[in-house]
């Protein structure tokens, strides 16, 4: 057994549980073992000597829900906006198109590196037929979706059949690889490129293998237009790729109920962007099991109007935070979205984007019993911030208002170092 590691601060933040002031976090091997004030240490720990972090805060790493890292190499390239959204996806797909694979895998890797530099631990990565050797060979636990996309629906049995193969192949390399940090998420892109076929066939699938999903939901006003009409700028590109299905017949409905009748929401997972929620949509969250997830910085990117956040809170919905991808961000930060949220959802209790970026992040993602807090069981994912004023009485105002550094960034008790 490899000795006890104790990490010392003027400040714990366990998120499950108050600020801990001049506290102590215990690890042994890859878990926490306990977490406390220092005056209230374990004699076993008595013998060993701390590492000592002053004006510094321990918190759990971050967790961004909702990233697809593929699209690192587009950092700065692409402009966007609300009203032109899909002006904005033929710019990505040209890009995509462009990537060699070898660089695909590099854009990942690079994405992965920032996560973890700026305190990410956990990260929800979406592509289509996404390659694991990026996630098998990096520290940072990841849980990667198979992003299927297809609208018509003759397409649908092929595009489950890849579905499938690619979980076994995914699942596979994950045994070889001897690799407990990688799990496996199924996510139908959305509800205007994904067929209704398509959609209840990842389901099932999702269910069969008990995998979270994760889609893109009413993340735009055109996105609603089409659903309830079949017209607008997201049709006219269906059109335009040779996508459109001419029997598919609008359900009249808003996406969330869309989906919700199709069976998504009855899964756990991620509900990406919600952007535009009536109250009845907001009920329908509520009823059902994948989390809201708001990407900050993104929905500055496109110049969205207010999120309803606060609105999901209020009604008892939880809602976790990411980070989008740097086609549509200015960065990978978790701290960065963090602080975003506090400033445009002000009367929201700043601690809870804390919450939002932790463990309610962890828990859409399935993995709320591994990860998210500090907690003694738990694995040891953790950041230690560093740069808290002599005078702080509380760590929470500094984590929205300080220039803080990542000093140490753990996963599984083991130092993350960026290459």
Same mark, same amino acid.
């Given at each position: ?169 995914? +699942? ?52 609603? +237009? ?22 598919? %017949? ?110 309610? %992040? ?58």
């Amino acid at each position: 057994m490899s000795k006890p590691l104790l990490l010392a601060a003027e400040w714990i933040l366990p998120v499950s549980a108050g600020p801990i002031r001049d506290g102590v976090v215990a690890i042994e091997g890859d878990r926490i073992a306990w977490v406390g004030s220092r005056r209230e240490l374990p004699s076993r720990y008595l013998q060993v000597l701390p590492r000592v972090f002053p004006r510094a805060v321990i918190l759990p790493g971050w967790v961004n829900a909702h990233s697809h890292l593929n699209l690192t190499a587009a950092l700065g390239m692409l402009q966007g906006s609300a009203e032109q959204f899909a002006d904005w996806i033929r710019s990505v797909i040209r890009l995509q198109q462009s990537l060699p694979a070898e660089i695909v895998s590099r854009s990942v890797l690079a994405g992965l590196d920032l996560l973890a530099s700026t305190g990410t631990t956990t990260v929800a990565h979406v592509s289509t037929l996404p390659n694991l050797d990026p996630f098998l060979t990096h520290p940072m636990r990841s849980v990667v979706f198979h992003e299927p996309i297809g609208f018509s629906a003759g397409r649908a049995p092929d595009l489950i059949r890849q579905a499938e193969e690619w979980l076994e192949a995914a +699942e596979n390399a994950i045994r070889a690889a001897r690799n407990p940090r990688i799990t496996l998420g199924l996510a139908p892109h959305s509800p205007y490129s994904a067929s209704p076929q398509l959609i209840r066939g990842v389901v099932r699938l999702a269910e069969m293998h008990q995998l979270p999903l994760s889609v893109h939901l009413a993340e735009t006003l055109a996105e609603a +237009e089409f659903v309830a009409t079949a017209t607008g700028q997201l049709r006219d590109l269906l059109v335009e790729r040779g996508a459109w299905e001419p029997a598919w %017949a609008p359900p009249g409905v808003s996406p969330v109920r869309y989906l919700y009748d199709l069976g998504v929401l009855a899964r756990p997972g991620v509900a990406a962007h919600c952007n535009y929620l009536s109250d009845a949509d907001i009920r329908l969250l509520v009823q059902g099991q994948l989390t809201p997830t708001w990407c900050p910085g993104s929905h500055r990117f496109f110049g969205h109007h207010d999120h309803p956040a606060a609105r999901l809170m209020a009604a008892r919905a939880p809602v976790a935070l990411g980070t989008d991808s740097p086609a549509s961000n200015v960065a990978l930060n978790m701290l960065h979205e963090v602080r975003l949220a506090a400033q445009d959802r002000p009367e929201v209790d700043p601690s809870v984007w804390i919450r939002s970026a932790t463990l309610t %992040a962890a828990e859409a993602l399935g993995l709320g019993a591994v990860t998210g807090s500090l907690e003694a069981g738990k694995a040891a994912d953790l950041q230690v911030l560093d740069g808290l004023p002599e005078s702080a009485t509380d760590p929470l105002p500094p984590l929205f208002e300080e220039r803080l550094r990542v000093r140490l960034v753990l996963v599984d008790g083991r130092e993350v170092r960026i290459k």
